[in-house]
């Protein structure tokens, strides 16, 4: 009873928001650029959202997602612009197909541990990125023609649905089941969890989403490159992770937020902006290390205010 | 109920056990003692299923168990607490228990043995909503044996319950070892302290170099002179 209160709480945020900032584009009041900024928001959620199921809750560190971005990325343009289909299952296409190549590459590779799967995970991502650049299908090094059809509605949508399910998932018995194996995988191993398999569905799940934001991504830009998808903007994806808090949901969701606007706003100032970005970033890990909200969780902290107890 | 024979197991090409055979019965606590690196913790993990012997067969409850995966021998009723505690630290000491009993469904019966733990360490009980990284040592090995008692055990593991605690929680986790043996669960218990394991066992077994080299009652070996020279320290 009171889970399906808080659900229905997040749920009524989550529609006032979209609601207004929609009301807010109908009447032209945000015009492309916010619209773009907002749109490239909810993308940076659900990649930081997708990644932090693998880093933050099953702790398997893997840094190529932006491999499975430009999975997503590619089979969903192919999808509208060789095969004429409608944007909605393009999108459910290009996710799938990120979950296949997220299972080709997770059950030989989530055998090794730390950095070697670092390693091979960032491996796969540029395989991934060389494949496509030598396709002549999909326009090789000089990329794809997208026509724009990513709206503020197709980009909230995806980010709420991508939230639904992971923050779902990790409070399910298979959520407990990743968290044991991030915390100790021997252990997990002699309680009789199936590490394999939760690894590789972690995995694929991510994968999924990372698909989803892929296809949004590629319908915003009226152009993709393989060069976008290299191993900086894997990188990137993963600072997300790490300045919201490994292992906290709103942390990656907030970091993703607050990192867009930073990097909008610099826009402005190209000679300086990757200095800033390196400074912001610097500064939040001198002052607070373990991220924005450590492991906890952004109602964690009401929780702490009104009861006074510790983590519940 | 337990029966060992004749396994090897490898490490890559390091052999760790080298045709060992061994028995458990029912109600027995059973004590296996060997200096570092004889290969005790190697025993343990294949038999739950961690590792996979090359040669030899595990026979546990009249069926083999050995190359099966460990889930499945959880689920036949044997847990393991493992080498150095290895709690889950970011995880609440309720949220590890309930992790002991990840495979079970029967969820009346977790909660009453859920209970029983908290009855058998009170201290657990105490600190039920704190982090278990934050627990002390000795509290830590209590919660990783209540850990393996929530899966409802028939035959329980211990890897060194007794490793970096002072001697009167040793005493205390010797206690519960006789304690949570008396309510009918038999305990393969891996032992460095000779001397206390020896007190409570039924049965022992001396390991050197991935072989056993000695076998008998807990009486008999406590009183022979090999060990006593090598593992009680002293003559
Ligand atoms: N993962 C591993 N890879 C390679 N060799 C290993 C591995 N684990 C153990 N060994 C080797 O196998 C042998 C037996 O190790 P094991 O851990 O079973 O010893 P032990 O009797 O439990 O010792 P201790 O009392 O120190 O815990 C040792 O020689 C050890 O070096
Ligand atoms: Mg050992």
Redesign the pocket.
């Known amino acids: 009873m009171k889970k399906s209160k808080v659900f229905w709480g997040y749920a009524i945020i989550a529609l006032v928001l979209y609601a207004v900032v929609q009301t807010l584009i109908s009447f032209g009041m945000v015009n492309t650029h916010y619209q773009n900024m907002l749109i490239t928001m909810c993308i940076n959620v659900m990649l930081a959202v997708s990644l932090h199921l693998v880093i933050g809750v099953t702790g398997q560190f893997s840094i190529g997602h932006a491999g499975f971005l430009a999975v997503g990325a590619y089979i969903s343009a192919i999808c509208t612009m060789k095969l004429g289909m409608p944007f909605s299952m393009a999108i459910l296409a290009g996710a799938v197909v990120a979950m296949l190549a997220g299972l080709l590459v997770g059950i030989p590779s989530l055998r090794l541990r730390g950095d070697y799967l670092a390693i091979a995970t960032l491996g796969f991502a540029e395989i991934i990125r060389i494949v496509f650049l030598n396709i002549d299908y999909v326009g090789g090094a000089a990329g794809m023609q997208v026509t724009h059809q990513s709206t503020w509605t197709y980009a909230f949508v995806g980010t709420a649905i991508t939230i639904l399910i992971i923050s779902n998932f990790t409070n399910s018995r298979h959520g407990r089941a990743c968290i044991a194996i991030r915390e100790d995988e021997i252990a997990a191993d002699a309680m009789g969890i199936n590490t394999t398999y939760y690894k590789v569905a972690a995995f694929a799940v991510g994968s999924f989403f990372a698909g989803v934001a892929g296809a949004i991504y590629a319908h915003n830009f009226y152009i993709i490159q393989p060069t976008a998808f290299g191993f900086l903007k894997s990188f990137d994806i993963l600072i997300l992770v790490v300045l919201g808090g490994l292992g906290s949901l709103s942390g990656a969701v907030l970091a993703a937020i607050f990192l867009t606007f930073v990097s909008t706003y610099l826009q402005a100032f190209p000679e300086t902006r990757m200095i800033i970005y390196s400074l912001v970033l610097i500064l939040v890990m001198l002052y607070r290390p373990t991220g924005l909200l450590g492991t906890k969780e952004i109602t964690d902290l009401f929780k702490f205010r009104k009861k006074g107890g510790t983590k519940v | 109920m337990l029966k060992v024979n004749d396994i090897d197991v490898y490490?890559?090409n390091?052999q760790?056990l080298k045709g060992l055979s061994l028995e458990v019965n029912e109600g027995e606590i059973v004590t296996l003692i060997?200096?570092?690196?004889?290969?005790?913790?190697?025993?343990l993990?294949t038999l739950s299923g961690l590792l996979k012997p090359k040669r030899g067969s595990i026979e546990y409850l009249g069926s083999a168990i050995d190359g099966k995966a460990a889930q499945s021998i959880v689920k036949a009723g044997i847990s393991h607490v493992p080498?150095g505690r290895r709690v889950f630290a970011n995880m609440t000491v309720e949220e590890n228990l309930e992790l002991g009993a990840y495979l079970r469904k029967d969820r009346e019966g977790i909660k009453k043995d859920m209970e029983h733990v908290y009855e058998l360490f009170p201290r657990l009980f105490e600190r039920h909503k704190q982090l278990s990284g934050t627990l002390s040592g000795g509290e830590q090995q209590m919660l990783a044996m209540g850990r393996a008692l929530m899966a409802k055990p028939k035959l329980i593991l211990m890897?060194?319950p007794s490793m970096g605690l002072a001697p009167l929680m040793v005493k205390n986790i010797f206690n519960i070892i006789e304690m949570v043996n008396k309510e009918g669960v038999t305990v393969l218990l891996?032992e460095?302290n000779a001397n206390m394991a020896l007190s409570v066992a039924h049965r022992a077994y001396v390991?050197e170099t991935?072989k056993i080299v000695l076998s008998g009652s807990a009486k008999e070996l406590q009183e022979s002179d090999e060990v006593k020279a090598a593992y009680l320290g002293g003559l």
């Open positions: 490490y890559g390091i760790a060997g200096a570092n690196g004889a290969g005790k913790s190697t025993l993990k080498e890897d060194e891996v460095q390991l991935g």
